[in-house]
């Protein structure tokens, strides 16, 4: 089993820039599909961004492509979102789940991944 925790969570201005972390112990990242998910009050878990496992692709939300980036950093363990040009409605708990086995297909669906963190409040306000 791998476990998963995030960090880099906070309160910042529109327009800003945050660096989320998830760091994995137990297993190492790169045999996982990892992704980026979000939620906002109210509003189911959404997607954000993912690597699929064993190849160096990258997805992402529409509303996020060109401001956020993931990465891996497989020495550290450690996949890593660079959010960019933050805006109010990237406010929300972001999550970050692991899985091993899913297909690219659900890539995209919380309820493709078995690993998760507990999250870390982004809050974008002025």
């Known amino acids: 089993q791998v476990q998963l925790v995030e960090s880099g969570g906070g309160l910042v201005q529109p327009g800003a820039s945050l660096t989320l972390s998830c760091a994995a112990s137990?297993?190492?990242?790169?045999?996982?599909?990892v992704a980026w998910f979000r939620q906002a009050p109210g509003k189911e878990r959404e997607f954000v961004a993912a690597?699929?496992?064993?190849?160096?692709?990258?997805h992402y939300v529409d509303s996020v492509k060109g401001r956020f980036t993931i990465s891996r950093d497989n020495a550290k363990n450690t996949v890593t979102l660079r959010m960019n040009s933050l805006k109010q409605e990237d406010t929300g708990v972001y999550y970050c789940?692991?899985?091993?086995?899913?297909?690219?297909?659900?890539?995209?669906?919380?309820?493709?991944?078995?690993?998760w963190g507990k999250g870390t409040q982004v809050t974008v306000s002025s």
């Open positions: 137990g297993r190492s990242v790169n045999r996982y599909s």
């Open positions: 789940a692991a899985d091993s086995t899913l297909i690219l297909s659900g890539l995209r669906s919380s309820r493709a991944y078995d690993y």
């Open positions: 690597f699929f496992r064993g190849v160096s692709s990258t």
